[in-house]
């Protein structure tokens, strides 16, 4: 948890200097500092990346909510629930990273979405059971980050050691 955090806080830190200077549409050209044999073409497309290979995504903040569940089976339920609704939403292709947080401020966790239609991410999110029972609530940030996170869940597969 904690290496992806990081690397978030990275992405986190570095992209508002590339967003002031990124167009918000895919281009075919690469940038003049990348490699050209280092850039994908096809892959840039597919992941409406543009010069600077960002995109735009909805980033979900989720808070703690109003209600919390109290411990047991429920509450356990409910979290099972969460966690499938966020593996349907991530083959659909609409959910392409989440995570949680450290709790600090309320803060638990967080989504990106890849749409821009703040409604489809409000409808999504409003599927969730953790959202549902009042155990989180939701606050939705348009954010332009890395077109590679597109492939974040085709690669994370890749990482899930099998049960013996």
């Known amino acids: ?23 918000t549409t895919a ?17 840039a497309q597919a992941w409406g990346a543009n010069d600077l290979g960002l995109r735009a995504y909805t980033l979900v ?3 703690t909510g109003p209600k919390r569940m109290p411990d047991g089976p429920e509450r356990d339920a ?17 959910l392409v990273y989440a995570g949680p947080l450290d709790g600090q401020q309320d803060l638990r966790g967080l989504f990106i979405f890849a749409t821009t239609d703040l409604e489809a991410a409000r409808k999504a999110i409003d ?3 953790v959202v549902i029972n009042g155990e989180m609530v939701a606050e ?4 332009l ?3 590679a ?3 974040v869940n085709e690669q994370h597969v890749r990482l899930i050691r099998p049960k013996p």
């Open 127 to 129: 599927t969730d059971p």
């Open 1 to 23: 948890m904690k290496p992806t955090a990081s690397l978030l806080t990275l992405l986190c830190a570095a992209l508002p200097a590339l967003a002031q200077q990124a167009p």
């Open 27 to 43: 281009t075919p050209a690469a940038p003049a500092s990348a490699p050209a044999a280092l850039y994908d073409a096809a892959k």
């Open 78 to 94: 409910m979290f099972k629930g969460h966690f499938a609704n966020m593996q349907r939403l991530a083959r659909e292709g609409l």
């Open 61 to 63: 903040l989720l808070k």
């Open 149 to 151: 996170l597109m492939g």
């Open 140 to 143: 939705l940030h348009k954010h």
């Open 145 to 147: 980050g890395s077109a």
